[in-house]
């Protein structure tokens, strides 16, 4: 009896080898496995990443089209039907992010800080909920704080979507005509305007690409200064605070939030220290005189 339970012992362990191994084998497969789950939908590793990209219909070239004259006096008392047509418009390119009723909700903004504006609620804009505000909005767009510009959609698409907009709230401010001339003048309205190339993807990304060849040259134009600097008590104070003024200007560079706002600026030097060029010291070294003194020498420097 006794040399039997020797036996299946051993077969119990093999049998548990076979679980682990068949185990580790079906992790590796696990990849194609969900491939074949989601009806052979590529999935996307960092090789497969570029040829995705490569392979992929782009958008096609556009060339900027001419939008006809806006008449804006109508946007004084809009019709039921130019309100329907801007919610259709809005319904096509925001509800994504702001959501179906406009209270910031949607699925595309659930992750974004700062959420998406909540159309309903007229406090605590950024640029502001009159009609001038809103179409500074849609034409440039606030996009450090992730929400891009519809310059590319035609001037009357987008005073039909803010006449809907302003149908969420009944406290939005009034429409005057002298806003609505102000409008007019600023983005030439009546006169009709040229609407900007849709250029592909592909093209933007190395416009991005050559765009920051020209931040790496400023940032070091700015370091160039820094270092002849030696005597100016800013450039002083800003090198006893940074062990990497090339690191610490491309984050300046990049996160605008502080230029006009010191606790700002401390908030950038206490973030991640190392990595980010300014000594793990710089958010406490410095006395209210010295930050002060910083903070105006960093936004002269970024004026340049
Ligand atoms: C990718 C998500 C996204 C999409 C799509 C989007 N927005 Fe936004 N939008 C945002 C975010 C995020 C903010 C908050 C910005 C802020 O608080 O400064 C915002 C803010 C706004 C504001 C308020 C600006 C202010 O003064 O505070 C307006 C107006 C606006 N969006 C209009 C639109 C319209 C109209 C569309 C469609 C044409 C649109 N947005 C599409 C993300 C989006």
New binding site residues.
């Given amino acids: 009896m006794k040399q039997y339970l020797k036996y299946y012992a051993s077969i119990y362990v093999i049998f548990l080898i076979a679980i682990v191994v068949m185990g580790t084998m079906y992790i590796n497969d696990l990849p194609n496995v969900m491939q074949e789950k989601i009806g052979g939908f590529p999935v996307v590793t960092k090789d497969t990443a570029k040829d995705i990209t490569n392979a992929a219909a782009d958008l096609p070239m556009i060339k900027g089209t001419l939008s006809p004259p806006v008449d804006v006096m109508k946007y004084l008392n809009p019709t039921p039907d130019l309100v329907d047509k801007g919610k259709s ?2 319904t ?7 959501g179906d009723q406009g209270k ?1 909700d ?1 699925v ?2 659930a992750s ?6 909540n ?1 309903q609620d007229l406090a ?6 009159s009609i001038t ?2 179409y ?3 034409h440039e ?2 996009t ?5 510009s ?1 310059a590319n ?1 035609p001037p009357e698409d ?1 005073l039909d ?2 006449a809907y ?1 302003r149908t969420l709230n009944p406290g939005y401010p009034p429409i005057t005509k002298v806003q609505l001339d102000s409008i007019d003048v600023l983005y030439s309205l009546t006169k009709g305007v040229k609407l900007p190339n849709q250029i592909p993807v592909k093209l933007a990304t190395e416009k991005i690409i050559q765009q920051s060849a020209g931040l790496d040259a400023k940032v070091q134009a700015m370091v160039n200064v820094v270092n002849a600097n030696k005597s100016d008590t800013g450039a002083v104070v800003l090198k006893s605070i940074t062990n990497n003024l090339t690191k610490a200007f491309t984050v300046l560079a990049k996160d605008t939030t502080w230029s006009n706002n010191e606790s700002a600026l401390v908030k950038i030097f206490a973030n991640d220290p190392v990595q980010n060029g300014f000594r793990a010291s710089a958010s406490y070294m410095l006395t209210a005189q010295q930050l002060n003194v910083v903070h105006a020498y960093l936004r002269k420097l970024f004026l340049m």
């Fill in positions: 418009i809005f096509m390119n925001c509800v994504s992010c702001h910031g949607g595309a903004g974004l800080n700062p959420k998406p504006r159309f605590g804009w950024t640029n502001g909920p505000m809103l500074k909005t849609l767009g606030i450090n704080r992730g929400m891009a519809y959609l987008r979507m803010i907009i």
